[in-house]
């Protein structure tokens, strides 16, 4: 009774202390007023939000957040595009996606108002069992303290993190599945490959039997603990009691409290008792593998739907999200731009937006950051943008600058008041405005390519532009050169651009482009330096070296992606993976521009 | 008035709030009743601590926990040691140590008992600045996974993790401060390196050129703000300002809040007022660097004592903790077993002495935790261990395993018990066994090799076994074979270990050794495939392939290590590094059997 009263003494005072908390904020609740952050725990419940928020979007914009970024500090700023593919590439498969960033914008004619439903995904995968690669993924240090810096929360990344799977883990996954249902169902062709037991191991392995025989004597339904042992000797035990006590017992691997495992056995009452548990224990792998497609699905809504998909330098992020969640990257970079634009058929990338002609002299600098605090003055206007009603969203008082989501609705918000401003400029109506995509033509499909000279972009469902490199030259010199002797070198025809390859060689590109051939015929018998014309030297490089690997290697991906053409016709009704993406992809097969139907 | 009082009130009942909360536990303060965790915020406190504890200590025991585990993997059972330590040096570069448990052991004659002190050590660095390589290094998923299920805080980790730079960083580090000096003091070299602007730039920092000039027109002192832009505008703008307003302003680069940088510009009064200021700097720089040292200062006070060092299955702790914290690996394994007995001249691996003769009947699994549950019980005793005055440690009570110091903990008090057994088997007392090493002779500097056949170990300072291997086969055979295949072939000659090396080869061991002349006559011209002898197809391989680099790679390793030994020597003084094992490092230079001082 003493207790009762001293129990309820204590509730009383705990909901007493809480309430002061709340008051005094010095509790441990944070109000989420972002986001909505999306994890492994609450993944399933807030999909079918995300689907409709996807569905009833006028565009959304997305933004990643990476383990690091190798590839971008090993551009040139001369890179062809097809080298700068190659090397983007690379860094995708070295690194990881840790957070995807999602926020969908509608606009709301009755309201003439745009409503934010913005989200943010953590995302890694656990090597639950052998159906998942055990990934080996590289961290940058840098990158790493950046995002701790800016709050980035990893144990929530690790411990909660949303899986995914892209087509071709996706069906390896599912062949695993069907390989263990059959060496499952027929036992008899597992033993065949039976371990011999050293003989070390014999006596222990005898123990063991010894112990299984006494349980199936005695009377007990209980299961019994076996003594713990080594991973190799779990293995033995497991072969030995398949062949001596089949249909009589079944071995079961245990973790304890401690991650430590052990064996336990359970006497079996009949063959189709083990039967019935070997199928429920199928139906879980299934179930299992379902919910590891995870975060995929997020991104089969997106190509589904076939939305205006815009991002601030998008290069990275698209690479990125088509090679972990849908489809592995093309070796080829023409078939990427091919499989890239059934998948997307309309995207945007801010960078590339605001650095053209209409915008350039009114925003001096397009990091996301500074583009945004340009867009929030004179001649911009930001149309008016609340948070969906029943969803989450920030808004631009929000101080979350490289939280993915945040990014993401960054870039929405510059994305539509530089659309606000093309309307006005034409003097425009809002709901005018908004209600087509006609404005965004020249922008569509053009992402821009960081680190690259001449504004290169890669021109998706089109020709790719190729600026003029003949100002350009390739030239190699002794180690101990330094910029003022290359500079000396070319100052008879003025400043030059130089990009380093290594310590021995450079492009360096004039600013005065016509003195390209002055230059050219000056130097190209320079006695301690060789000077090369730009397309000569690539001409070369590509003739000498990697013709032939590069044509037995465009054969060779002809053929992947051809299955992966047939993977995906294949499995579209159940993985949900859009056929009028693929359909696309087909009829736009072609090298002449083909601009989406949306713009004719 | 009324203000003062509300404001007291307020704090009267913060007080009041924060006494509930100790009472009722609501709060967020730990009481650590396990090892001291020692992050970079505590580590110059804990310091002294830690180098008493190791300078009193009988003997240390270590353990580290890694981002991942490439190597293991790819041991093959019948790797000769040299193949195996190439293999887990690679592993060494690629993953990172980040955490290290340090538990020492003080024998206390007085009170016929060990005292202990354990410590939990966060490991990483961020790279704060560009004499810190940005790192990029790999983790393993499952690695990841295993160590954020056992609750390890990867938060804390990156935020707080303890820096480190091993002798050749060091001397990097060292270089780039004293050539950042050079420059700094004699600006004139600099200017010889410009970049040159681009037209397209001009307007920009022309705009800047301006607006620094008002500035020092006006009369103001305090600092002005640039406006944002990328950072190659802002190397113009440092390049630009240092050409035209030499000793007239002094331009720095701010971080705002929001981790975007900004450049301020600050009006100098004499150029003494800038020298002074980028002494002050310098002097800055250099107090970073000695931080940065960090968690190397421990092991130097662990390589100084000269202390037995203990730790199970040690392997992979011992080439980590060497290569990340003290000198890089050696190319060349005799050199790598070189410089491990000369840093560490006593080390005892509790899996190899666990596996012993001595011990193999009465521990069924030498598995770290099953080892520990083992040692309490009988023929085991555990001596007395009690927690060291004004120290941390564990009990036996806690569940902690896999925490760094908790499994340097099991493992002092399994070696502990092991010793104890030793001696009461001889029948002395507590004090003899423990007042000195010799019952413990035949297993310090024998490290166990994880993986291998035939109970293979590294035997330092000493010659390592070369066990027989003429039982073993290399043989070639169709993709489709499988284990039976093999077994089928070798079955006359009784059971086979296999371990495969790809799909089309393996080692095949015969467990009836005596077999082996029998069974390479009948098979040795079988028609589907192709069976050699051990010794033969290591000799072919090593003729074959790999003698002409092989012997290349040793002449560079040797130059190497001499630089490296010409570094520690020169920096014993400032750094610590102790003379005492580069002494025994040049006497015990020789091929025959060495034993360390203490058994002789």
Redesign the interface.
Known sequence: MILTLYTLV?KI??VF??I??SY?N?G?QHYNIGAMEVTSINFEDVLPKVKKSIKEATFITFDCEF??L?AISNINAFDTIDEYYNKVKKNCK?FLVIQFGLSAFRYDKLESAFKQSTYNFYIF???LDRN?P?????????S???L???GF???KL??EGIPYLNLEEENQYQQNLVEKHKVISSRATKS????????NDKP?IDDIIKTIQQYLEGGSDEPIQL????PF?RKLIYQTSEDMFTDLVRVETKQL????KVLNVTRVKSSDELKSIEQQKLDEDNKIFQEYIGFTKVLRYIVDSGVLVVGHNLMLDLVHTIDKFLTPLSEDYNEFKECTHALFPQILDTKFMSSREEFKDII??N?L??LL?SVKKEPFEIPKCEIEKGCCGYSLED?K??EAAFDAFMTGISFLAMWNYLGKDKNLETDEIFSDFNLLKPYINRIHLMRLQDNQFIHFGGVDPKPSRDHVFHISFPKDW???DI?QLFSPFG???ISWINDISAFVGL?KRDQANMAFSCLSNHTSCAVTKYSEYKDRNYVGSDRGLRRKSDESCFKDVKKRKVALENSIDELKIPKAALQKKKSGNTKTFVENEAWD
């Open positions: 204590r005072c705990k202390i809480l002061l908390l005094f010095l441990q383990t690091g190798n070295d995968r656990k090597p998942i055990d990934q080996r993924f590289l961290c940058q240090s840098s790493i303290n950046f701790i810096s800016q929360d990893f144990n690790f411990k065949t490959d039976k371990i011999a037991i050293p003989p222990f003594p713990k042992c080594n000797l409290d401690n991650k430590e001096n600098s990091v950051g500074h605090d101080k600058e490289h330094k910029v003022s500079q400043n030059v651009f600013y």
